[in-house]
């Protein structure tokens, strides 16, 4: 009969999410929890009346005393997370993290009534925890997924149940002028239209070849939905994603930040005259970002190109949206990448590995793979030996896709509101 109650009172959002976790033993089992005595202890007593009999209500001290402890504990992990350097940081934490993100939003909500504000905190915790913390895995639906961003989607879900419609945004162009700057001595690549995978396998992946690929993308469902910033926001509107802010990553006025994507779209992507990023915002990027692990909903509108199965079944995949003139420098990946090209467009400037003597790589260990010459205006007083350097110019444009192989220097301006998905494999 109370458990019945305690049910009826919920929101069905919060039965929703509590069901992801219907195993406690997923919980109070992982390795993290079993390893620390405190940890235990403090997630037993807040775990166990979620799957009892007991009452959670706005009112009750159980949920009231169990949000105050999972919050001291959530704050000691968090400051062990941010302590020392980050490729140290115990996976056993960053599990710890994860559950005590899920535990934290479950009781929030709870107290909360699933109000609006409890449901953006909860989706900017998952998103926090996402970001800081190692995947659980559980079953939503008889599906295997990642609790956090399942909860995350739920949440997403419920909100636009119940918030305010906004006035539509007006969709991104897709025929704007795109100005280039020729150069004469700057070779092409070879344009192939949907290769074979013969193809593709015999002269550019085992020549380590570059070329740039038509009609591999078009039935995408991304090239038609995510132009319209209206869908971009439905979807991801209220998530929290990181910003890179600056002219480019290897300059001293870079920086980073969490941003709502509802925030940096409105201010950076669309046609909104007073906002863009031109007038003056320093540059802002959301790039190399594992979007599609944050948001299912988004990779679900990009197929994986079938070049890539041949050799690498879970490929590496990363978004970069941003307005015009964002600029990744010179640099080298160690893995094979196809570079697609979802709206807008972007020089590309490639040069081989075998020139990497006269691209003056920098010092220090940390911007190793990344050039210190400016490849779209270069000054050849500074770094003569580039004046010898043989490099490939493309203009990438929507549906086109990139082949760049490893260790290939690649340098990557934004010509126009631009959204591209690259896939590193090996
Ligand atoms: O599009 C960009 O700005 C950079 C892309 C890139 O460097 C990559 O995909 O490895």
């Known amino acids: 009969m109370a458990r019945n109650y305690k049910y009826l009172a919920m929101n069905n959002c919060i039965k929703e999410i509590i069901s992801l976790c219907s195993l ?7 390795d993290c929890v079993k390893e620390n005595k405190l940890y235990h202890i403090v997630l037993s007593n807040a775990v166990e009346p979620l799957f009892s009999d007991e009452l959670l209500t706005k009112e009750s001290k159980t949920c009231l005393k169990n949000l105050t402890k999972i919050g001291l504990l959530y704050d000691t992990v968090y400051c062990r997370l941010h302590t020392g350097q980050w490729n140290e940081v115990e996976q056993t ?4 993290f994860t559950i005590l993100s899920y535990i934290r939003i479950l009781y929030a909500l709870i107290i909360c009534e699933a109000s609006e504000e409890s449901i953006k905190d909860g989706i900017y915790l998952a998103d926090l925890g996402l970001m800081l913390g190692a995947t659980v895995t559980t079953r939503h639906n008889n599906v295997e997924t990642d609790l956090l961003s399942t909860t995350a989607t739920i949440l997403t879900e419920q909100l636009s149940k119940t918030s305010i419609t906004q006035p539509p945004l007006k ?3 897709l025929d704007k002028h795109i100005h280039e700057e020729g150069s004469n001595d700057i070779n092409t690549l070879p344009v192939l239209e949907s290769p074979s ?5 015999m002269h550019y992946y085992d020549k380590q070849q570059p070329a740039l690929f038509k009609g591999i993308i078009d039935d995408w469902p991304a090239m038609e939905r995510w132009h319209d910033p209206n869908y971009l926001l439905s979807v991801a509107g209220e998530r929290t994603v990181p910003i890179e802010l600056g002219s480019q990553y290897s300059s001293d006025d870079w920086s ?14 669309c046609d909104n005259p007073g906002t863009s990023a031109t007038i003056g915002h320093p540059a802002a990027y959301l790039a190399q970002h594992d979007l599609f692990d944050q948001i299912p909903a988004l990779r679900r509108d990009i197929v994986v190109p079938d070049y890539i199965g041949r050799t690498d ?3 590496r995949i990363k978004a970069w949206l941003g307005p015009e003139g964002t600029i990744s420098p010179l640099h080298t990946d160690p893995c094979h990448n196809l570079l697609c090209q979802v709206f807008g467009a972007k020089t590309v400037i490639l040069a081989r590995p075998e020139d990497t003597d006269k691209l003056y790589p920098h010092d220090h260990f940390v911007l190793h793979n990344t050039s210190q010459v400016d490849a779209r205006r270069p000054d050849y007083e500074k770094f003569p030996l580039m004046r010898e350097v043989s490099f490939h110019r493309v203009t990438l444009r929507r549906g086109d896709v990139l082949y760049i192989p490893p260790k290939w220097w690649h340098y990557v301006e934004s010509l126009s509101p631009s959204f591209s998905v690259s896939f590193w494999f090996e």
């Open 313 to 315: 079944i879970s490929p």
């Open 24 to 30: 406690k033993s997923l919980l109070l089992n992982s």
């Open 197 to 201: 995978l013969e193809c593709f396998g």
């Open 256 to 269: 980073q930040k969490l941003m709502k994507f509802r925030e940096f779209v409105e201010q950076n992507i």
């Open 93 to 96: 934490e960053r599990e710890m």
């Open 171 to 173: 969709r991104i162009k």
